[in-house]
């Protein structure tokens, strides 16, 4: 999707391994699956589990068959009401190094080494494979953490900048349109979800540029709506 109608203005978007720190960044909850426990971890307070969890690459010839096999589960779901409302899904693979201790618990707490098999981000696109040395190496959106409460308050408080921002999407939508939300926001630009009567469609509008904080998300999301107004204002001037 272009922003503007300028062709050379893209929207960027995350990697799968940015993606997934950013999800487990933002975590509430996990299920933890090993050879002979399936539980629900709740109550992780947006705490990164990975901070907890010590990964270590997979040795060659390690006797792996010997090491209980665990596997975390996450789930990604909207802040806002739109449909179908699980964006991704992650799974981190691979066995056990030392008994497995509760990721929910306080920083007291003995952490859970693993031996690192493989993550993965399942999206509407399909399935991204992620190995230890790109997952260590990117890090979580710098708006991880505060997504949910920007988009409900962008939604609750001022719908009609939602509306606005359509301005900006090209081709402009039709009236199968039926209803807008705010999906997804990060460091590159925000996502709507354009909801038709039958199925729905995701837009990009890109910020100006990446965020590096979340204090310079203000001045580009107001960005955004001046640019919105400006098309606006030429949509109603006389031909």
């Not at 969890?53 to 665990?70: D, K, N, Q, S, V």
């Not at 705010?182 to 540029?209: C, K, N």
Request: hydrophobic fraction near 40%; proline fraction near 8%.
């Amino acid at each position: 999707m272009r922003l503007f109608g300028d062709p050379a203005t893209s929207a960027a978007l995350p990697t799968a391994a940015e993606r997934i720190r950013s999800i487990l960044a933002a975590a509430h909850s996990m299920t933890v699956i090993t050879d002979r426990l399936r539980s629900e971890v709740r109550h992780l307070d947006g705490g990164d589990p990975m901070g907890r969890l010590h990964l270590h690459p997979a040795e060659p010839g390690g006797h792996a068959e010997h090491r209980p096999a665990i596997r975390l589960e996450f789930t990604d779901v909207a802040p806002t009401p739109v449909r179908d409302r699980v964006r991704a899904r992650v799974t981190v693979l691979g066995r056990l190094l030392t008994p497995y201790s509760d990721l929910s618990a306080g920083s007291g707490a003995e952490s859970t080494c693993m031996e690192f098999e493989r993550a993965e981000l399942e999206t509407a696109e399909g399935i991204a494979y992620v190995g230890l040395e790109e997952l260590d190496e990117a890090g979580p959106d710098p708006l991880a953490a505060h997504e949910a409460g920007m988009l409900t308050h962008l939604l609750d408080d001022h719908h009609d900048l939602v509306t606005l921002l359509l301005r900006l999407v090209q081709p402009q939508p039709t009236a199968a349109v039926v209803r807008a939300l705010p999906l997804a926001m990060d460091r590159y630009g925000i996502t709507l979800r354009l909801e038709e009567r039958r199925g729905h469609r995701d837009v990009r509008l890109p910020f100006p540029s990446p965020l590096d904080d979340v204090e310079q998300s203000g001045a580009q999301i107001q960005a955004l709506f001046s640019a919105a107004r400006r098309r606006s204002h030429r949509n109603t001037l006389p031909a």
